[in-house]
């Protein structure tokens, strides 16, 4: 709940599902600030209004399960700095598959590979 939607945390170097729908493409990646992991950034998932986060692990690394297929809005933060975006950017999630979105801060930039349909 909140005014930032559906929250689920990581705990330090979990791994472990983190359901935030009824898809089936799994996102991961990394959040890195001059080549250091970035702990505890914001990585915000909108689509068809609907929003949901996680934070990255001690590691810089999050995943999220469940979402669906189509357009999506992806952003990152830094806690309690929601406002300030560090990137935004519109990704496709694909029905199956996997999408690795890693950002970097400090380049200001964020990549992306996947697999899928």
């Known amino acids: ?5 559906q929250k689920m945390e990581l705990a330090w ?17 990394m959040v890195t600030d001059r ?3 970035k702990r ?18 001690q590691e810089g690394k999050y995943r999220v399960y469940g979402l669906e297929a189509g357009d999506c809005r992806v952003t990152l933060a830094l ?6 975006l560090l990137a935004d950017r519109e990704i496709k999630i ?8 890693d950002f970097d801060i400090s ?8 697999t899928g349909r």
């Open 1 to 5: 709940g909140g005014p930032w939607g």
């Open 13 to 29: 170097g979990d791994t472990r599902r983190v359901d935030l729908g009824t898809g089936h493409a799994i996102v991961s990646g």
């Open 35 to 37: 080549g250091r992991p």
């Open 40 to 57: 505890l950034a914001v990585v915000t998932f909108t689509a068809e209004g609907v929003k949901r986060w996680v934070q990255t692990n």
């Open 79 to 84: 806690p309690g700095q929601q406002d300030i």
């Open 94 to 101: 694909p029905a199956t598959g996997q999408v690795r979105l």
């Open 107 to 114: 380049a200001g930039s964020s990549s992306e590979t996947g």
